[in-house]
């Protein structure tokens, strides 16, 4: 009965991290979500037992909150439940070794550090999915977590589990009748974590508003932004509909120009005909684009495109991302790709750097299952990728824009090398409309909030369809378009450049949870040889 009832204890725990997360109203139940866990941890005593049931956890907290996935990809989903849910175990059997062998308190410490160093390597590593940080958790509430300008999203996931940890002391303690001192002085800490970043918080708001209330008062410039609404699936990259669609895009962005309009945004992959890169000018599909711009010589146009670079025939100086093709005899590399746009022709282009494993990439050690993925809808290989960020200036050098491409949306650090190289405005390109109407776009608008409060930028979001919108550096949203409704919506928008504590300095609280893991791991293997060789010495 006992191990059953730890499996049922350990599952409610994934419940209630579902019921804390985006687009849930019920956050606050993030500061206890982990309970069932540590009470789980803190009564099984074999580590394969534990594992199984914390495997469990995991992968029933990643299906209830991105089962969405499905709909752009099965094979990326499977990879994204079951291999994302064993990845996230590996914190926590470290937790339970250390708590093993050095008792409760550094246990619970270590918890921390590791989990933290987790999610620093998940943000970072070929097989990346961090839809799931912990600090993404208050996306919805950006009033609770404006000091994100000096820790990203790793304070948030800091203050997630040194709650819980709290908290469990006080639930043990109540279980087990010993409310002393020690209990309330507990309880009182944990309420001060509670409350504590949530005020300073509303502290910054006030200061922060003031910024963006005297930035408004001078700006005169404006940027468009387009949600042309085009099914990915059944329309969009049909070669029949191409130029339908750039026809719809230009004319739902002159029907907002005006002489203030210095940026129009389109989403990704907007013009979806597949272009070799030395060709755009020339393509035939892009003929219309060039006339638009004739027409307004005051405005850059960002777009997402669908383009192509040949290599020639010398594998040795083909990137390693790089296909062969007998048809033309050469490698390529195919990019989901930001285009920059002015009326005199110049071309400037960002390639999406951070891709989705299972959808645009497979992890090189995973390339034999390149044929399954593609038989499911997936890749054969890889997209190439930049290896920098772009920033990409208007005419005027006023805005300053940052091409961010879907999925790239969601790394705090990431983002910030592009505030460091320049720019003074973040614009969002994605095709959400893969996930179909489901929670999945939805979260992903709302991630981006976070990254207007790290950064301190306006976001210009332009969406395919749901939810194109603007975003000032406070996380408040404007003029939100909603799911299936081809729009476009213009705003005036300051181009004040500053630099945050965060975007200075990087993830810094994370690199150091990571030097201190290593420290960690080298001396749980040095506790643990020194035990094995010390009872040799007995039995001998």
Not at 148 to 173: D, K, M, P, Q, R
Not at 436 to 443: F, H, I, L, R
Not at 509 to 518: Q, V
């Amino acid at each position: 009965m006992k191990p059953f009832t730890h499996l049922l204890i350990g599952l409610s725990g994934s419940l209630l991290l579902w019921a804390a997360w985006p687009m849930s109203p019920l956050t606050i139940l993030i500061f206890i979500a982990w309970l069932p866990l540590l009470w789980v941890e803190d009564g099984v005593r074999n580590w394969k037992r534990f594992l199984a049931i914390t495997y469990l956890h995991m992968l029933i907290w990643n299906i209830l909150v991105t089962w969405w996935v499905w709909n752009a990809s099965i094979p990326g989903a499977l990879g994204a439940f079951f291999a994302n849910s064993l990845i996230m175990c590996v914190p926590w059997l470290l937790f339970f070794f250390t708590k093993k062998q050095f008792g409760r308190w550094i246990g619970y410490g270590s918890l921390v550090i590791y989990w933290i160093s987790f999610e620093y390597l998940h943000h970072n590593w070929e097989l990346s999915w961090p839809w799931l940080t912990l600090g993404n958790v208050f996306a919805l509430h950006p009033e609770w977590v404006q000091w994100y300008e000096y820790s990203g999203t790793t304070g948030g996931s800091l203050w997630v589990l040194l709650s819980n940890i709290i908290a469990y002391s006080l639930f043990t303690s109540y279980r087990n009748h010993r409310r002393d001192r020690k209990y309330y002085i507990t309880m009182i800490t944990w309420i001060i974590l509670l409350l504590a970043p949530i005020i300073s918080s509303r502290i910054i708001a006030s200061r922060e508003r003031k910024n963006v209330e005297a930035a408004l008062a001078t700006a005169d410039k404006n940027v468009i932004v387009v949600q042309p609404n085009v099914d990915p699936y059944e329309e969009k990259f049909l070669a029949g509909n191409i130029t339908p669609q750039i026809e719809k895009l230009i004319v739902l962005s002159e029907g907002l120009i005006d002489d203030d309009t210095r940026l129009v945004v389109w989403p990704e992959t907007a013009i979806p005909a597949q272009v070799w890169e030395d060709q755009i000018k020339d393509n035939i599909y892009y003929q219309p684009i060039w006339s638009f711009l004739d027409r307004h010589p005051q405005i850059s146009l960002l777009t997402g495109i669908d383009s192509y670079k040949n290599y020639g025939n010398d594998k040795n100086t083909a990137p390693a991302s790089a296909r062969f093709e007998e048809s033309i005899g050469a490698y390529y590399d195919a990019f989901n790709t930001a285009a920059f746009i002015d009326a005199d022709t110049v071309i400037q282009l960002y390639h999406k750097a951070k891709l989705v494993p299972g959808v645009e990439t497979l992890p090189s050690f995973l390339g034999f299952m390149g044929k399954w993925f593609e038989g499911f809808g997936g890749i054969s290989g890889t997209l190439g990728r930049d290896s920098e960020r772009k920033v990409f200036s208007t005419w005027d050098n006023y805005y300053k824009a940052a091409p961010v491409i879907c999925y790239e949306s969601i790394y705090s650090e990431y983002i910030t090398d592009y505030v460091r190289k320049g720019a003074n405005i973040l614009t969002i390109l994605t095709n959400d409309g893969w996930w179909g109407n489901t929670p999945g776009y939805k979260q992903h608008m709302n991630y981006g909030r976070l990254r207007a409060i790290e950064s301190r930028n306006w976001i210009a979001r332009s969406a395919n369809t749901g939810i194109s919108c603007f975003m000032d550096p406070m996380g408040n949203v404007y003029d939100a378009q909603p799911w299936n409704v081809a729009s476009a919506i213009k705003r005036t928008i300051p181009a004040g450049q500053r630099q945050t504590f965060f975007v200075r300095n990087g993830d810094m609280l994370s690199k150091a949870m990571s030097i201190i893991t290593i420290f960690l791991i080298v001396l749980n293997l040095f506790t643990w040889i020194r035990k094995i060789l010390n009872s040799r010495r007995v039995k001998a």
